[in-house]
């Protein structure tokens, strides 16, 4: 197996037994040695001192490199420089910018803040004139529900590349082929830089029907039936969520791909089986300094 590159997004605690969760979490998965450890950025910058807190934290007790996402949402330029200039002095040296959604919730219509960077391209661009950051941005296999077609999609795509984006994390998905024909549209574009395809293992199905709805990313009819008659199982649940994410990732593999971007939603015991699947294991010298 060739080897595999991983990198791990986490969110921002709320309470204090979130924040020990986030924190075993990460200590967990630090030996795994990954590229990078990401951080959201809630709705609106509701959690601006939150994702701050902890990447801050992550790049003074760690020896891993710490990603903060950033939104343009309802946030001035100045604003979000302000952000851009906090992570900056903390040692933050990558981030991860992103329009956001609109304050009403994906599905609505987004409405650029009026002093506000009006896109991620815009907030790349600036991201780059505050300092040397490293720019990475999301990508969308099954097209953002905002674009009309594939076309504009990829344009806009284009747009933050030339505004400095070396990497696209995609939305995630659970059709393989779905990424690897968006992959070749990509490519046929002239884009080449890595698209990272991001994995959502499943933890609650209910909550994933939800969610992917609202993002565009379809469901396989194959995995409503696999979660048939779980709501009430949460053991054979956990089961099948872990058998059917192995099976995602081990084809992703087979099919030539060798990074990996894991959305942990602050759990590592199952995205840690991954990676050891992967071929991805604990750095043991590295234990000590996570
Ligand atoms: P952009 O690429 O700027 O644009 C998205 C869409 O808006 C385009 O595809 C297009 O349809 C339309 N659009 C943009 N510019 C123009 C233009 N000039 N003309 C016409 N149409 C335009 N959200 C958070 O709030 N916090 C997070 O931490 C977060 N992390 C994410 C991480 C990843 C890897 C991904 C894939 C998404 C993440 N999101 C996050 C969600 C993201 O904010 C939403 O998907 C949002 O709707 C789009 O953000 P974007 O950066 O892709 O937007």
């Not at 499943?202 to 709501?231: H, M, Q, W, Y």
Request: hydrophobic share 40%; aromatic share 8%; proline share 6%.
């Amino acid at each position: 197996m060739a080897d595999i590159n991983v990198s791990f997004e986490f969110f921002p605690p709320k309470t204090p037994e979130m924040n020990i969760r986030l924190w075993a979490s990460i200590k967990r998965l630090a030996p795994l040695r990954p590229d990078f450890i990401s951080v959201t950025y809630g709705a609106g910058g509701s959690t601006r001192a939150r994702t701050h807190e902890t990447v801050a934290r992550i790049t003074k007790e760690t020896d891993i490199h710490a990603a903060a996402h950033l939104t343009c949402v309802a946030a001035t330029k100045d604003e979000v420089d302000d952000v851009l200039k906090e992570y900056w002095a903390v040692g933050v040296r990558h981030v991860v910018a992103l329009r956001g959604d609109p304050p009403g919730g994906a599905g609505e219509k987004y409405i650029p803040h009026q002093n506000g960077y009006a896109n991620a391209a815009e907030l790349a661009a600036g991201a780059r004139r505050i300092a040397d950051f490293e720019i990475s941005v999301g990508c969308y296999p099954e097209k953002h529900p905002d674009s009309s077609d594939f076309d504009t999609d990829i344009d806009l795509l284009k747009a933050k590349i030339d505004a400095g984006a070396t990497r696209a994390i995609t939305q995630f998905f659970y059709f393989n082929d779905v990424y690897f024909r968006y992959l070749d549209r990509v490519r046929a574009a002239g884009i080449d830089i890595p698209i990272v395809p991001g994995v959502m293992p499943i933890t609650n199905f209910k909550g994933l029907i939800k969610i992917a709805t609202i993002c565009g990313a379809s469901v396989p009819s194959k995995l409503v039936r696999l979660f048939e008659n779980l709501d009430d199982d949460p053991k054979t649940r956990q089961l099948v969520a872990a058998t059917m994410a192995a099976e995602q990732c081990l084809d992703l593999v087979a099919q030539g791909v060798d990074q990996f971007h894991f959305y942990t939603l602050n759990r590592a015991e199952l995205v840690f089986a991954l990676c050891h699947m992967l071929g991805v294991r604990p750095d043991k010298g590295a234990q000590d300094a996570a």
